[in-house]
């Protein structure tokens, strides 16, 4: 073997949720802030419209992980500017938490973020940063 590429393999998006012949788990995140919470069952999150490339349908967005039990409202999907969540975990959710969204593709992550912040899943031990290519000033666009 001359060459091993795992690609967007090695961040798990949920795109290879589908594929029989790859398991993986998720292995890269980005979280968004709730801003605001206009009903009992809806946070809105701050941005996330960060859709993957190929055709526009319901595979492209950035889907929530965490906490779990959340989904796009059915009138409203990932927005520019923000993002209305629904579902009964959103009754939990205040301004200021967090929810964990997990990508379509790989490139999503390193064409929008300048740097990844690494965790120890199983510790939850911040290990570091790492430049992203788009964190070291370069763009294949």
């Given at each position: 073997m001359t060459e091993l590429a795992a690609g967007s393999g090695l961040y798990q998006p949920h795109l290879f949720d589908q594929y029989r012949a790859f398991r993986g788990r998720p292995a890269?995140?980005?979280?968004?802030?709730?801003?605001?919470?206009p009903a009992p069952n809806v946070a809105t999150v701050l941005g996330g419209?960060?859709?993957a490339s190929g055709p526009a349908d319901a595979h492209r967005p950035p889907v929530p992980h965490l906490p779990s039990g959340l989904s796009y409202?059915?009138?409203e999907g990932a927005g520019e500017v923000q993002t209305p969540l629904i579902g009964e975990a959103a009754r939990e959710l205040r301004v200021g938490d967090r929810v964990w969204m997990r990508h379509a593709k790989?490139?999503?992550?390193?064409?929008r973020f300048d740097t990844l912040?690494?965790?120890d899943s199983d510790t939850g031990t911040y290990e570091g940063a790492v430049p992203t290519y788009r964190?070291?000033?370069r763009t294949f666009l």
């Open positions: 890269a995140l980005f979280a968004l802030p709730v801003v605001r919470r419209g960060y859709p409202s059915p009138t790989a490139g999503e992550l390193c064409e912040h690494l965790v964190g070291e000033g």
